[in-house]
């Protein structure tokens, strides 16, 4: 990916760009799991769409 060769490259990456993958990919699920969150307290009716966005702004 980096055209780091002299690292050791391990599934076509180098360490740090796994590293980099990683955490994106940890970011991603954990942005998943909020909006699954908020999604379901909407549904029940404990907040209204604008407390919703003055949250997340």
């Not at 180098?14 to 970011?27: D, G, I, M, N, Q």
């Amino acid at each position: 990916i980096c055209g780091n060769e002299s690292l050791r490259i391990v599934d076509g990456m180098c360490p740090s760009c796994r590293f980099e993958a990683e955490a994106k990919r940890e970011e991603k699920k954990g942005d998943a799991r909020m909006r699954r969150y908020y999604r379901r307290r909407l549904r029940e009716g404990r907040i209204t769409l604008a407390q919703l966005r003055e949250g997340r702004l």
